[in-house]
């Protein structure tokens, strides 16, 4: 039974391509390059850094990655959304009976949490960074493992939902479930390839997968 939900964060219960969009067209303008489309942008959503300054930006350039963090806050604050079934299943998860979690390569995710009210809705927030000190960043699957020592609950009884490769192989690392989520670049079928256990396009989905975990075993 799953007794534990943990999360991603970005592009899993927050929209926040939009976000990035705006940061690197931020750069863009400083530096007389052409502004960012946001369907180039969702291209390469969950890549590293330098291979995002790099198809979007033409190249990468550390002084570029400065001034996108200068920015970042101010259009974070502004533009990352949760998407429209978020709170809804959030809600309806927590009514039955599930713990909620997140675990992000943020290295504080909760201010964010809290910037967007969603912070409420979870039993642990957990970054590289917070509130167990320095952990490595995932695919590690450190924080993961530390937060289920924290609530004592075992990985049997846990899934992990994130729009990436990365939080496949997190999730398969730790010995929990591994739920693929398509709001980012990643498809169904490389969810499978990646050997996750179940593959999904909407939160809403999760409802049903919690029930039918629960009847299969009764």
């Known amino acids: 039974m799953i007794k534990l939900m943990i999360f991603d964060h970005d592009m899993t ?3 926040s391509s939009y976000a990035i969009m705006a940061g690197f067209n931020y750069v863009a303008e400083h530096e007389g390059l052409p502004k960012v489309s946001h369907e180039l942008t969702m291209k390469y959503i969950a890549t590293p850094i330098p291979t995002f300054c790099e198809g979007l930006l033409g190249e990468y350039r550390p002084e570029w990655v400065k001034l996108y963090r200068e920015c970042n806050e101010k259009f974070e604050r502004e ?3 949760p998407f429209d079934d978020t709170i809804p299943t959030l809600t309806k998860l927590r009514e039955m009976g599930v713990k909620l979690a ?3 390569n943020r290295e ?3 201010s964010v949490l809290e910037r967007t009210d969603l912070a409420q809705y979870f039993d642990e927030i957990v970054g590289a960074a917070e509130p167990y000190g320095k952990l490595p960043y995932k695919p590690n699957p450190a924080m993961i493992d530390e937060l289920l020592k924290h609530m004592s609950i075992s990985p049997k009884d846990t ?8 939080d496949i192989v997190t999730a398969i690392g730790a010995n929990v479930r591994s739920i693929g989520i398509t709001k980012g670049n990643f498809t169904a079928e490389d969810f499978r390839l990646l050997g996750a256990w179940k593959s ?5 989905e999760l409802i049903e997968i919690v029930e039918k975990d629960a009847s299969d075993r009764e």
């Open 79 to 81: 533009l990352i959304k």
């Open 200 to 204: 999904i396009d909407e939160l809403g």
């Open 108 to 110: 504080k995710p909760r």
């Open 13 to 15: 219960i927050v929209d």
């Open 159 to 166: 899934a992990y939902v994130g729009d990436a490769d990365l």
């Open 102 to 104: 997140v675990v992000s």
